[in-house]
């Protein structure tokens, strides 16, 4: 399966971006989906990640109550909703699926697919 993350950009403190992670190649209905980031100079972590049916969904703290991540089969995408995003939310926004397991995991060695990333940048 390839994956293709679109949706970054720059928005000022406070602001919103809505990221999206088609796939392509195979239907991903089955597979979980995770979302995750890296910012310059740092190791890549976790940020939220859905089950394959979206009925579990697990985010890390730092962005719980801000970002929504949600997916929608029919059109073979997941999505992360980013509100009120602060300048240390800037990093490349990476997708990843998961044949491997269907729960909402934030261990990026479960996830065997992975999108080329998009750049969120948060400033004014």
């Known amino acids: 399966v390839q994956l293709q993350a679109s949706g970054g950009g720059l928005v000022q403190p406070g602001g919103s971006l809505r990221l999206s992670c088609a796939g392509s190649?195979?239907?991903?209905?089955?597979?979980?989906m995770g979302w995750f980031r890296q910012a310059p100079g740092k190791e890549r972590e976790f940020v939220a990640a859905t089950s394959w049916s979206g009925g579990s969904t697990n985010y890390a703290a730092s962005v719980k109550g801000r970002f929504t991540i949600s997916r929608d089969n029919a059109k073979n995408t997941t999505y992360l909703q980013m509100n009120s995003l602060a300048p240390e939310d800037t990093a490349v926004y990476y997708c990843?699926?998961?044949?491997?397991?269907?729960?909402?995991?934030?261990?990026?060695?479960?996830?065997?697919?992975w999108g080329q990333g998009t750049l969120v940048t948060v400033s004014s």
């Open positions: 990843a699926a998961s044949s491997r397991s269907g729960a909402a995991s934030s261990i990026s060695g479960v996830y065997n697919y």
């Open positions: 190649g195979r239907t991903i209905s089955r597979y979980s």
